[in-house]
């Protein structure tokens, strides 16, 4: 083979290694891309609960006191001496039950000698009465003798009205609280003996905002809780609503009756209050389902496998549950964790239970 030939024929074996190399060359790129497209995107791990039709109630809260229905503090009438002490601290007792008795020794003369007195002048009377049947003696002194009969008998009222106020007793059914005296200790009508509370019920005193004067009505639902008691709710109604705002608080008073059978409440103590306004039924999902995006709020529900971006208007929220105007309806599923890798139309892989119903709001109040 001549010269030319060789440089020739070892042109075209270059010619066609390069042909071959620029061919691969250009071709791996979209044998990859075709290798990645068949493939797919991996599909996003979420957990999905269900919008859940439930009740929603709109309530207000506010801080009160308790208030015996009745509660008074005994004091006597009259001083004296304590004689005797017959109450007991934490006592139930029925109206007209002794509490304290004060020396009476004078008291009870002055009735015998009132009682003396009455039936001597009604003696006096009768005998006068029979003289004057046969005309004996002058109306006019029957009159008289009649005059003294009636004044003794109010004197002898008198007598034992002191005595009976000798002896204090209960003026209603109620709890007795500490004594404040001793026997033996001098008391006037100005000194505290004890006091007494009727807590068969009690009322709760609170302050509501004047936009909620409209709104709050007598009956309505008070639930009230203490930390004296934790974990337990009691349950009443609004009794009393007063008819004027306050002009520096711009709130009113409202008073609710919560039954006491078991006078586990006492007067003064701090509670927490809740009342119910309104309630009504509503689409409820969990707040954490909500993606806000400046003045807008989304969710992400699932179809298909993949996940479809939902523009919703949102209405009332409480303890974990926000309450769906529009944009969501009872039975949707709703992507409620793995949000932040969500776009609209992105394959989902569901990792939660499929049928966990949100919460109703408020359940279990009154």
Request: zero cysteines.
């Amino acid at each position: 083979m001549s010269l030319f030939k060789q440089v020739v024929a070892a042109a075209v074996v270059l010619a066609a290694v390069g042909s071959g190399a620029l061919f691969h060359y250009r071709s791996a790129p979209e044998a990859g891309a075709e290798a990645a497209v068949g493939r797919g995107p991996d599909a996003v791990p979420v957990e999905i609960t269900r919008a859940a039709a439930g009740t929603m109630r709109e309530r207000i809260e506010a801080v009160g006191t308790t208030l015996a229905r009745q509660a008074v503090d005994i004091v006597p009438l009259t001083s004296g001496r304590v004689a005797a002490i017959e109450l007991r601290p934490g006592q139930p007792v029925e109206a007209g039950t002794v509490l304290v008795r004060l020396d009476d020794q004078m008291e009870q003369a002055a009735v015998s000698e009132a009682q003396a007195s009455l039936r001597e002048a009604e003696l006096a009377l009768e005998r006068a009465r029979k003289l004057r049947a046969n005309n004996t003696v002058a109306q006019a002194t029957v009159d008289e003798l009649e005059a003294a009969f009636a004044g003794a008998r109010a004197r002898l009222d008198g007598a034992q009205k002191q005595l009976a106020d000798r002896t204090v007793r209960a003026p209603f059914a109620g709890v007795v609280g500490i004594r404040r005296v001793d026997v033996g200790a001098r008391v006037d009508d100005g000194t505290v003996l004890t006091t007494v509370d009727d807590l068969a019920e009690v009322e709760i005193e609170f302050a509501v905002p004047e936009i909620f004067f409209g709104r709050v009505r007598l009956g309505q639902t008070v639930s009230a809780t203490s930390a004296a008691f934790p974990g337990r709710t009691f349950s009443g109604r609004i009794a009393t609503i007063d008819t004027r705002v306050a002009e520096v608080s711009r709130s009113f008073r409202v008073r609710a009756v919560i039954p006491n059978p078991d006078l586990v409440l006492p007067a003064g103590m701090f509670m927490h209050v809740s009342v119910v306004l309104e309630q009504r039924p509503a689409v409820l999902i969990p707040e954490q389902a909500v993606v806000a995006e400046g003045d807008s709020t989304y969710v992400f529900t699932v179809r298909d496998e993949r996940a479809e971006r939902r523009k919703v208007r949102l209405g009332q929220r409480e303890a974990g549950t926000v309450e769906v105007l529009e944009g969501v309806v009872a039975g949707d599923v709703v992507v409620e964790s793995g949000l932040q890798r969500l776009r609209d139309g992105v394959a989902v892989r569901v990792a939660g239970a499929a049928d966990a119903a949100a919460p109703e709001a408020g359940a279990g109040d009154g």
